[in-house]
Every structure is written in C-alpha cells, then in structure tokens.
C-alpha cells in the first residue's frame, strides 16, 4: 500500500511541477510580448526588423522567434502581414484610394506582393474585396 501511495506522491509532484512550468513560460511569454504585440498593431505600416522586435522583448532573435510562433500559431513576419491585410481591407472597403495607395499606407512596399498576401488571407484580391 506503501509503494502506491509514494507513486502517487511522485505522480502529482510531478504533474505540478508541469503544470508550475507551463505558466511559468506562459506568464514570461505574455511578459516578453507585452510590448510588442501593441507595437506591431501601432506601427504596421513601418520597416519593422525582427531584431528590433526581438531586443524589445528581451530575447534574443532565435528564442523571439520560437516563442512567437508558439504563442501566436503564426510566425512575427506572418502576424504582421496579417495585420497588414486587414488594415487594408478596412481601408478599401472605407475609402476609394487606388490599391496600390492601400498597399504603400499598409506597409507594402512591393504590390505583387500585397495582392498575393491579400488573396491568401482574405481568399479574394483586394479589388474583388472592394467591389463585394
């Protein structure tokens, strides 16, 4: 009876030392992005380096990386794209500037690259996006 009651002792001790870790990392994840993320959604339409990123969240490039991708489901750059996206698809439905004026105010400096950023995204080109 001994031996089942040690082996559950071990079991939980376990279990809470998991579970101490993950909101460890999850409260030091959320400390580290608690910067940036209102960084990234007031500054959008600027160059935005990782580096830059990284050093505001205190990590180093590789780790910011990882950690962003963990917490986010999506990579920096690809969170940035999709604030990008939307902001433009607000500005399109909300004014009648060309799409390549859309495209520079979003931060997209490369319209090719908008318009496919815009498809994947939005599953329409920002013309069509406009004219729904």
């Not at 870790?21 to 990782?50: Q, W």
């Not at 004026?101 to 013309?127: C, N, T, W």
Request: charge should be positive.
């Amino acid at each position: 009876m001994f031996k089942i009651g040690q082996k559950l002792a071990q079991w939980l001790l376990w279990i809470f030392v998991r579970v101490g870790c993950v909101f460890r990392s999850l409260g030091e994840t959320m400390d580290a992005f608690a910067k940036v993320i209102p960084h990234l959604h007031e500054n959008f339409a600027e160059r935005l380096s990782t580096e830059e990123l990284a050093e505001m969240a205190g990590l180093s490039v590789g780790h910011y990386e990882r950690r962003f991708r963990r917490a986010f489901g999506a990579s920096p750059r690809q969170y940035l794209v999709r604030i990008r996206v939307e902001q433009a698809a607000k500005i399109l439905l909300e004014t009648d500037v060309t799409v390549s004026e859309v495209a520079h105010a979003g931060g997209f400096y490369d319209h090719a690259y908008f318009s496919r950023s815009f498809r994947k995204i939005m599953q329409l080109s920002p013309s069509q996006y406009r004219g729904r």
